[in-house]
């Protein structure tokens, strides 16, 4: 980024015409404003918005002490209680690369999933209900209603069917809801959505943990899921049944998102059957994509950011080269090669731009002081030198500007990445969070101020120039991003070392051809 704004630059021979009072950081100041603007934009603005609709009635939470079932496939385990599931261990992920310990969803003590029913006709199984076992089926019955209810697991998605037979000989209504609930002490991660999120009318709603600590919020909808989302994980629940009310409130240590959906009327001697599917697993595409057969709207949770086109393509290329590689480090080495000689044009004609200003500053400066009264005329002549040398005040700044959204895409796409919590590569444990060494940062430090070394020419305008000074300041941004750097991630800190060291290189080839 630095080597397109030294003091013979586009950006700023364009400052030079129009500044009336020079300052020495004028041009520090200005990058470093736009660098944090741009990193607030992405982290608020464009966040999605929650809307309020009313406040949700506080649930009651009873204990149960119906005897315990596992039920488990390669991917997850679980435990069924009655009307409850819970203890859900992913078996794939492990808490810490070196343990044996998986990641458990569910697992406190007043965590879990209830899938009942309410009626106002007749008696329901409630959570204190024990059911009969017969071939792998739960039953429960009595004079007036008999209920079934069969359980199954395909990948990360668990399957409860429940078939409710009217005993009676007149019509009765039984309403059906779903209930998840989350301990109190989760914390939001910056630049990821977590907290509830609501699929409903085709829409997706976040809500992050803060606005559940203040608010209650409530939707409508015909077709709907819901549930809690963590960084990498997320539970997720839907129902077959129509016409529902979803919540998501705090009460207490605990978060509470459900559903209650409209009676159904099943006729005399009749029955009618519910579907609910729970989604407890990894926030990764092909596993949301699967997912979604069943519950609608779950793709769509796959928090990708603003720069979406850009972070979606990038996370597919990282792992495409880790399944070729079989290291993530060296993966995001290689797509960071990849994605600079994509744009080697681009930068090959802004270094070129940047030599053409070098050789036009005595006539820029003959021209300034020829009509340095005349800002009209100024502006003239000057155009008619850039098109003269076929250059423009904003060519060296293309590269730049490209790798920006670049580098918010890649942000993302590390800190949502589920194989990159884990993933080691050299002295560093986890990609996914910070140098615990401080070592790549340094080496980025370093780097960024060779590349910005090499691209200074040997020329330097006066003390009172404005480019003068702003190559002065330019003089710290190593320092500011080593800083910077330091607590982001370390693939992304790699990303942009590799980067540095490549456009070395680079600029190295442009000269020497070009001599």
């Known amino acids: 980024m630095v080597q397109y704004m030294d003091n013979q630059s586009g950006f700023n021979q364009w400052n030079k015409m129009n500044a009336k009072k020079p300052s020495r950081f004028s041009g520090f100041l200005w990058w470093l404003f736009l660098f944090v603007f ?11 918005q929650n809307t309020e609709i009313k406040e949700v009635a506080p649930i009651t939470i009873e204990q149960s002490n119906v005897v315990k079932r596992n039920i488990a496939n390669d991917d997850i385990s679980f435990e069924v209680q009655g009307l409850r599931v819970s203890n859900v261990s992913l078996n ?33 199984p409630n959570i204190n209900t ?3 076992m017969k071939s792998g089926e739960m039953h429960w019955d009595n004079p007036s209603v008999h209920f079934t209810r069969k359980i199954s697991v395909n990948g990360y998605v668990v399957s409860i069917t429940d078939i409710i037979k009217n005993k009676t000989n007149h019509e009765i209504n039984v309403a059906p809801y779903v209930l998840i609930t989350e301990s109190a002490n989760n914390k939001s991660v910056s630049a990821v959505e977590t907290g509830g999120v609501v699929y409903a009318n085709s ?7 803060n606005k559940l600590n203040k608010k209650s919020f409530a939707y409508s909808s015909v077709d709907a899921s819901f549930g809690f989302a963590e960084q990498y994980w997320e539970t997720v629940a839907s129902t077959s049944a129509k016409d529902q009310t979803i919540s998501l409130k705090k009460s207490g240590d605990l978060y509470f998102a459900q559903t209650n959906a409209a009676p159904v009327k099943i006729a005399s001697k009749g029955e009618y059957e519910i579907n609910t599917y729970l989604f407890a697993g990894p926030r990764q595409s092909d596993v949301l994509n699967a997912a979604a057969h069943n519950i609608p709207g779950i793709s769509k949770t796959m928090d990708y950011g603003w720069f979406w086109f850009f972070a979606q393509p990038m996370l597919w290329m990282l792992n495409w080269l880790y399944a070729l590689v079989g290291n993530y480090g060296v993966a995001i080495i290689l797509m960071t090669l990849i994605l600079r000689l994509l744009i080697w044009p681009l930068t090959r004609k802004s270094y070129v731009s940047t030599m053409a200003m070098q050789k036009m500053q005595p006539e820029m400066q003959r021209v300034q002081k020829l009509y340095a009264n005349d800002k009209a005329r100024l502006q003239i002549e000057m155009m008619k030198i850039y098109q003269t040398h076929k250059t423009s005040p904003m060519s060296g700044c293309l590269p730049m500007l490209i790798q920006i959204p670049i580098f918010f895409a890649l942000y993302k796409a590390l800190i949502i990445s589920v194989p990159m919590r884990s993933a080691h590569f050299l002295w560093i444990s986890d990609l996914a969070v910070m140098d615990p060494y401080f070592i790549l940062p340094i080496l980025m430090g370093l780097t960024m101020w060779l590349q910005q070394y090499l691209q200074s020419p040997k020329q330097t305008s006066t003390t ?6 702003t190559q002065r300041a330019m ?21 942009w070392t590799v980067s540095n060291v490549f456009g070395i290189v680079q600029m190295y080839i442009i000269k020497k051809t070009i001599k």
């Open 475 to 495: 003089k710290w941004m190593p320092i500011l991003f080593t800083v910077m750097f330091a607590w982001m991630p370390a693939g992304l800190v790699l990303y």
């Open 130 to 132: 024990h059911w009969e």
């Open 92 to 124: 794939k992920h492990k808490k810490e690369s070196n343990s044996d310990e998986h990641i458990a969803l569910l697992s406190d003590t007043n965590n879990f999933v209830e899938i009942g029913f309410v009626s106002s006709d007749v008696s329901v």
């Open 203 to 209: 829409n997706l709603d976040y809500v992050n943990w």
């Open 464 to 469: 009172n120039d404005i480019a003068a000074s």
């Open 38 to 48: 741009a990193w607030w934009i992405m982290g608020g603005w464009f966040k999605p």
